[in-house]
């Protein structure tokens, strides 16, 4: 899983803050915007940063996130994935 954000200056405490509120081996990047770009170029900057099937994660700086919320998105992905399945598998 992939956590982007876009920020106006780079900000250790922040990096270290979404970090602790991670379960799993979450990549962080944190991109430093002075407003050279817009938020629909820093998101598309994301998707080059993602590698192939990997959960993509677009937020502001100032998301507030309880511990845990990465397994939380997992899951909903499993869950997801497990409904496409079986409707694949009704419509055959």
Same mark, same amino acid.
């Given at each position: 899983?992939?956590?982007?954000? &876009? ?6 405490? +922040? ?17 430093? +915007?002075?407003?050279?770009? &817009?938020?629909?170029?820093?998101? +598309? ?15 502001? !700086? !100032? ?6 919320? !990465? ?22």
């Amino acid at each position: 899983m992939l956590y982007f954000y &876009s920020t106006r200056k780079k900000d250790e405490k +922040n990096y270290n803050k979404i970090l602790k509120s991670c379960k799993t081996n979450v990549k962080i990047h944190e991109f430093e +915007n002075e407003g050279t770009h &817009s938020l629909t170029q820093c998101y +598309n900057l994301a998707l080059n940063l993602c590698e192939e099937n990997e959960i993509l994660v677009l937020a502001h !700086d !100032d998301v507030e996130l309880e511990y845990g919320w !990465d397994e939380k998105i997992i899951e909903i992905f499993e869950i997801l994935i497990m409904v496409l399945l079986a409707l694949l598998v009704l419509l055959h």
